[in-house]
């Protein structure tokens, strides 16, 4: 899939009047504590990690802000960090996952 199909410039600060943000505790054993983000028609407006490594979990943000949630889950689903089984990233397709499981049940 051709990344520039998928993605639009970042936003910089965090939408006002749109779709509600969204809050995700990872599980433990990741350096990340909190997640929250915005999904609307289908892309991610806004992500914010919460502890972590600062200037990689920015730059994923940057990166991922603009882009189609199913690409975001297909790039990023299973990333791992060293010997962990999961990874901030991961973590955040794992709450990308937890919100299309209930955006459906709607």
Same mark, same amino acid.
């Given at each position: 899939?051709?990344?520039?199909?998928?993605? $639009?410039?970042?936003? $910089?600060?965090?939408?006002?009047?749109?779709? &509600?943000?969204?809050? #995700?505790?990872?599980?433990?054993?990741?350096?990340?504590?909190?997640?929250? #983000?915005?999904?609307?028609?289908? *892309?991610?407006?806004?992500?914010?990690? /919460?502890?972590?490594?600062?200037?990689?979990?920015?730059?994923?943000?940057?990166?991922?802000?603009?882009?189609?949630?199913?690409?975001?889950?297909?790039?990023? /689903?299973?990333? $791992?960090?060293?010997? &962990? *089984? $999961? /990874?901030?990233?991961? =973590? #955040?397709?794992?709450?990308? =996952?937890?919100?299309? &499981?209930?955006?459906? /049940?709607?």
């Amino acid at each position: 899939m051709d990344n520039v199909l998928h993605h $639009t410039a970042p936003m $910089t600060s965090v939408p006002r009047g749109r779709a &509600k943000i969204e809050h #995700f505790i990872p599980e433990e054993g990741v350096c990340t504590k909190e997640i929250d #983000f915005i999904v609307d028609n289908g *892309s991610i407006d806004y992500v914010n990690f /919460s502890g972590g490594c600062e200037g990689n979990l920015k730059a994923i943000s940057a990166m991922i802000e603009g882009m189609n949630v199913d690409f975001v889950l297909d790039r990023f /689903s299973g990333i $791992t960090c060293g010997s &962990k *089984s $999961t /990874s901030c990233v991961d =973590q #955040f397709c794992h709450a990308l =996952q937890a919100y299309l &499981k209930k955006a459906q /049940s709607k």
